[in-house]
């Protein structure tokens, strides 16, 4: 197993805590950042959820990232890295392109 350093490992905690750059969080501590995707620009709140879920902007990143069948909840990406379905490598390049 590849050890990895924590500014690696960052991202993916942010992803999984919630706790990261996306407008949801960011609209907790500064009620002046809207909570809006800036991805899709559409009316979704931009969190971890609707990003690996449901917004436009990652769609063809999520079926070439995770392939056909859809994410439906967090803790399915969480199982299917335990079971060695999706490489970390995979979900860092997610939360590189989301900038999370």
Known sequence: MTK???DTLKPLIRLITGHNNLNHFKNKLDFDTPPFCRFCEENETESRIHLLMTCRYFSQTRLDLFGEDPVTDINQIVRSIKLGGLS?????FFTEDADL
């Open 4 to 6: 990895l350093d924590k």
């Open 88 to 92: 970390i490598s995979t979900l860092l």
